[in-house]
């Protein structure tokens, strides 16, 4: 049961790195909790194992329950040796998630008769053509600019924002 919440755990975890919101540190702080008793569980059971008067397998009718214990420390040592990887990668992703914000915006392709309020792009001023990959930002479905043109406008700026109505552009930092 244990590692099935921290599979739904590492989900979670994964899921943040998309969602990120204030409310989802709780869910992370349950899960540090939730992993360290399980380290402190598995410590107490190795320091049991290793004790000078743990008899189970000397004796025949306790000798499942101590292939059972070795079983149980070797599972929640993989687990605990999982969870130091994934936690020493999640700095990696998150540094390349930012790295790649541009990209989170939506590209399509023109079309005249979806893209009615202005035929041109504001920032390089020239007219739209059927091939050009347009991005309509989030603040607004009036705001469209040529692809090209908003990612080199938002690489330009430190806080960039929308032309037309000046909202911050988040998913270009994020």
């Not at 004790?51 to 059972?68: H, I, M, P, R």
């Not at 540094?95 to 079309?111: I, M, P, R, Y």
């Not at 739209?128 to 938002?154: A, M, N, R, W």
């Amino acid at each position: 049961a244990w590692f099935s919440r921290d599979c739904l755990n590492l989900l979670k975890v994964f899921v943040l790195r998309h969602l990120y919101e204030g409310r989802h540190a709780f869910t992370m702080i349950l899960f540090l909790a939730h992993s360290a008793l399980v380290a402190a569980i598995l410590y107490s059971g190795v320091r049991l194992w290793r004790s000078q008067n743990n008899q189970s397998l000397a004796l025949a009718e306790t000798k499942v329950y101590g292939y059972l214990m070795v079983g149980s420390i070797g599972a929640g040592i993989a687990f605990l040796t999982f969870w130091v990887f994934v936690i020493a990668v999640l700095p990696l992703v998150f540094a390349q998630s930012s790295e790649k914000g541009e990209n989170k915006l939506d590209k399509t392709a023109f079309d005249p008769k979806v893209f009615v309020n202005s035929d041109r792009c504001l920032l390089c001023k020239t007219h739209y053509t059927p091939t050009d990959k347009v991005t309509v930002l989030k603040c607004g479905s009036q705001h469209y600019f040529h692809s090209e043109c908003i990612e080199d406008h938002s690489r330009k700026n430190v806080d960039p924002s929308c032309p037309f109505c000046r909202a911050p552009i988040k998913t270009l930092n994020q």
